[in-house]
């Protein structure tokens, strides 16, 4: 697809950069003034040396990676998306990098000289990612955050100064701010709160969530009015949940048919991880269903699914917009086996039961509230 081409420059050269997935009309950058401080900084006081190891952290599309690509890198985040962004970013630029990709759910391998991060927009990811950069840092260390100044509150300082040490900011510029952290607390151990667990009474169930995981501290009301349409659910042999958070939707899906397989797709590492262990904790003796890191279907197969579960997203990180739910929709439409349904919930404002007519040719109403509505729409040709 053709998207134009948007040049980063900052201190340490000029590189062309966007944003995935790629589409005709983007209308925002693939980098932030918080990036370009960030560099701008490391390269104005001489930070970097040419044996420095770097850990860069929730680098969005591959900003902050491409950039520093000549370093010993490793970059780590909870986002599938980031990942294929930084590796298509290097690629448009010729750039050859022995970076390491480490997701959310597995650990750096440390000591590094220079750490990066991007505040990202959950604080429970923040506060998981500072305790288990502990191990991985030590006095020498150089800690420097940066992010939008309207991302960077009270707490975050706080969370930054109870695990790591004093933490002061610069000033602003073009409404960016740095946060240097000094890692004074080596020796006191901290272990991570994350996963946490909840009881669902009216479904009987336990769930586990990993700190980036959509409600992880109760079930949205969305999904919930979604979950008591299941006795209506039409008999399907393959059953996608796509952007699956915890799972719920998929693993009580198969509660009302056992004999379904049931494939659990998102974007996130930790929400696929907390899927899986939420399945496989409640479905001790099966064995069949599937879990994909994926942006939207991409990464799935197969084109023989009979009904796909879905309460899409309304941001891609910190910019809210309805592109993931539209290409969510379309790529269902295509994957989807003939007579196959899409079951999706929503706010009404959002207006989705339009959008599925558009793309299906029909749609409708299963359930509502003053705030939500479940929408299905079948497969016709
Ligand atoms: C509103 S939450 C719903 C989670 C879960 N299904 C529930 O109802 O609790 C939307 C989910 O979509 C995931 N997501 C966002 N963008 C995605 C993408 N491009 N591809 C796949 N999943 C995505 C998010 O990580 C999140 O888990």
């Known amino acids: 697809m053709n998207q134009e081409i948007e040049m980063f420059s900052n201190a340490l050269g000029k590189f062309q950069l966007q944003r995935l997935p790629l589409q005709k009309k983007q209308t925002l950058r693939a980098w932030d003034a918080a990036d370009e401080y960030l560099l701008n900084y490391l390269r104005q006081t001489n930070a970097l040396k040419a044996e420095s190891k770097l850990l860069i952290i929730n680098d969005q599309f591959g900003a902050l990676a491409t950039s520093l690509h000549q370093y010993t890198l490793q970059t780590w985040s909870d986002s599938y998306i980031n990942q294929r962004s930084t590796s298509h970013n290097l690629k448009i630029n010729h750039l050859d990098s022995a970076l390491e990709y480490v997701p959310s759910t597995?650990?750096?391998?440390?000591?590094?000289?220079?750490?990066?991060?991007?505040?990202?927009?959950?604080?429970a990811l923040l506060e998981h990612q500072l305790i288990k950069l502990r191990p991985l840092i030590d006095s020498h260390t150089l800690i420097i955050s940066s992010a939008m100044t309207r991302h960077i509150h009270s707490a975050t300082l706080q969370l930054f100064e109870k695990i790591l040490g004093t933490t002061t900011t610069s000033l602003a510029k073009k409404k960016a701010r740095l946060i240097f952290t000094q890692h004074e607390k080596i020796s006191a151990e901290v272990n991570s709160p994350?996963?946490?667990?909840?009881?669902?009474?009216?479904?009987?169930?336990?769930?586990?969530?990993?700190?980036?995981?959509?409600?992880?501290?109760?079930?949205?009301?969305?999904?919930?009015?979604?979950?008591?349409?299941?006795?209506?659910?039409?008999?399907?042999?393959?059953?996608?949940?796509?952007?699956?958070?915890?799972?719920?939707?998929?693993?009580?899906?198969?509660?009302?048919?056992?004999?379904?397989?049931?494939?659990?797709?998102?974007?996130?590492?930790?929400?696929?991880?907390?899927?899986?262990?939420?399945?496989?904790?409640?479905?001790?003796?099966?064995?069949?269903?599937?879990?994909?890191?994926?942006?939207?279907?991409?990464?799935?197969?197969?084109?023989?699914?009979?009904?796909?579960?879905?309460?899409?997203?309304?941001?891609?990180?910190?910019?809210?917009?309805?592109?993931?739910?539209?290409?969510?929709?379309?790529?269902?439409?295509?994957?989807?086996?003939?007579?196959?349904?899409?079951?999706?919930?929503?706010?009404?404002?959002?207006?989705?039961?339009?959008?599925?007519?558009?793309?299906?040719?029909?749609?409708?109403?299963?359930?509502?509230?003053?705030?939500?509505?479940?929408?299905?729409?079948?497969?016709?040709?």
């Not at 597995?106 to 750490?115: A, K, N, S």
């Not at 946490?196 to 992880?216: E, M, R, T």
């Not at 991880?273 to 994926?294: G, P, T």
């Open 106 to 123: 597995e650990t750096p391998t440390g000591i590094f000289d220079i750490v990066l991060i991007k505040i990202p927009k959950t604080s």
């Open 194 to 381: 994350y996963p946490k667990d909840y009881h669902v009474k009216s479904l009987g169930i336990h769930l586990s969530n990993h700190a980036n995981v959509f409600s992880k501290d109760k079930l949205d009301y969305a999904t919930l009015l979604m979950l008591d349409q299941f006795k209506k659910l039409p008999t399907a042999k393959h059953i996608v949940d796509l952007g699956c958070g915890n799972g719920v939707l998929g693993i009580i899906a198969q509660r009302y048919q056992e004999e379904s397989n049931v494939n659990f797709l998102d974007e996130s590492y930790m929400a696929v991880a907390s899927a899986k262990m939420n399945y496989e904790k409640i479905y001790k003796h099966k064995s069949e269903a599937n879990f994909l890191v994926s942006d939207c279907l991409d990464q799935f197969p197969h084109s023989n699914i009979n009904l796909i579960l879905c309460n899409p997203p309304f941001h891609q990180q910190h910019s809210i917009g309805d592109q993931t739910a539209w290409k969510m929709f379309t790529q269902s439409f295509k994957k989807l086996k003939k007579g196959g349904a899409l079951w999706i919930v929503g706010n009404r404002h959002l207006q989705y039961s339009a959008k599925l007519k558009k793309i299906f040719g029909n749609s409708k109403i299963i359930a509502a509230n003053d705030k939500f509505q479940v929408i299905s729409a079948v497969r016709k040709g």
